[in-house]
């Protein structure tokens, strides 16, 4: 695995800014080339947006002060590019095309309810669409405080949700490769979503949860699944995946969610929705969406 290149789409908004700021973080660690990348959307009202080359000198301050604090980090080469679009997804979709970047890293204004159905988050259709990896940096109002740092400044949680899928197997790998040469740790949860109640002709309690037996045969098979990792921890838990996933993130205090997707589109993505998906617009922690792109 490598992440020599990461594209950085930007809109110069707060969410924008905190997705700015762990592409840097990705960026100093792996020795990217770092593309910053702004549509001007044709149709906008907006007055003017502070230039890219501004941003730039933002992002090389960051990435100096990083590498002062941690020699192992290396200074990224700073790419820009812009130009005018009708969709901002389809602007992002065509420079990831021409860039075909390791890493996509964006914001996410996390809407929900009825105008995410009618206009969704860029972030969530570039998650649904895109072929590569991409990181999603939701926008908080009231954030929590950093989580603490080890002595070089790397990060001490990533948590890993699984489902003992080929997906997940991919999202671990690359956690694993993540932690490489650092004291990170794996957090990797499994979550059991209640069965609805009407597969059980009508239990008035609403849906049925695993046992405890089922709750240790599963710690089981994902702990023979995962193979052995040194000073990682599993967690199995009954509950809704994403209000679950969420939850551990903001309780473990991880910095980064590694997680794969199943890809749902069309009607059953309308109805259901993906795990994945749902996560990236209400998990307060960087996630990182992990493909298949072999």
Known sequence: MRIDTILHPTDFSDS????????????????A??????????HSSSGSEPPLEALAETVSAEANRLAEQDPTRRVPTVQLSHRPAVSA?????????????????????????????????????????????????????HPEPPP???EQGRPRRI???VDLSAGSARALDMARWLTTGTNARLDLLHVVEPIPAFYYGGN??????????????????????????????????????????????KNRRADLVVMGTRGLTGLPHMLIGS??????????TPVLVVRDTT
């Open 89 to 141: 997804f389809e602007a992002v979709m065509e420079r990831a095309t021409e860039l075909r970047p390791d890493l996509v890293v964006m914001g996410t204004h996390g809407r929900s309810g009825l105008g995410r159905l009618l206009i969704g988050s860029t972030a969530e259709k570039i998650v649904r669409h895109w072929t590569g990896h991409v990181v999603t940096v939701r926008s908080v109002v």
């Open 204 to 249: 008035s309690d609403g849906g049925l949860v695993a046992s405890g037996d089922l709750h240790r045969l599963l710690d089981r098979s994902l702990r023979e699944w995962s193979g052995e990792i040194e000073g990682a921890t599993w967690t199995v838990t009954d509950g809704s995946a994403p209000v679950e996933i969420a939850r551990m993130a």
């Open 275 to 284: 795990v994945t998906e749902r996560v990236c617009r209400t998990c307060d």
């Open 16 to 31: 924008a800014a905190k997705a700015r700021r762990v592409a840097v973080e990705f960026a100093t660690r792996y020795g």
């Open 33 to 42: 080339e770092l593309h910053l990348f702004h549509s001007q959307l044709l």
């Open 159 to 161: 948590l890993v949700p």
């Open 148 to 150: 603490a740092e080890d």
